[in-house]
């Protein structure tokens, strides 16, 4: 499975983006999607996933009634959806795909990820 993110940029405190996952080279209405981010001198953290089937979603505290994901199996893409935004969300964001429901706790566990897409937040 390949998967590419888009979508990120610059944006100031209070903006919106979008980002966009696209994969392929695999049974996309099959996986588990998820969202990662990663800030400098951080580990890797969870921010949201999605069922295969769209139905079930999960999100970070931090970042709950702000981003919303949603996913579109005829086109094979995830999406996420950032409201509000603040400095603190400043980081390389990254698409993740897993057979089954997405590990949260233990990124490393989910086997495909993409190249990771930066958004800067500026105050």
């Known amino acids: 499975v390949q998967l590419v993110e888009s979508g990120g940029g610059l944006v100031q405190a209070g903006g919106s983006l979008r980002l966009s996952c696209a994969a392929s080279?695999?049974?996309?209405?099959?996986?588990?999607m998820g969202w990662f981010r990663q800030a400098p001198g951080k580990e890797r953290e969870f921010v949201a996933s999605?069922?295969?089937?769209?139905?079930?979603?999960y999100y970070t505290s931090s970042v709950k009634g702000r981003f919303t994901i949603s996913r579109d199996n005829a086109k094979n893409t995830v999406y996420l959806q950032m409201n509000s935004l603040n400095p603190e969300d400043t980081a390389v964001y990254y698409c993740?795909?897993?057979?089954?429901?997405?590990?949260?706790?233990?990124?490393?566990?989910?086997?495909?990820w993409g190249q990771g897409t930066q958004v800067t937040v500026s105050s």
């Open positions: 993740a795909a897993r057979s089954g429901l997405i590990v949260r706790v233990t990124p490393k566990l989910n086997p495909y």
């Open positions: 080279g695999g049974s996309f209405e099959s996986y588990g």
């Open positions: 999605i069922s295969s089937s769209g139905s079930t979603t």
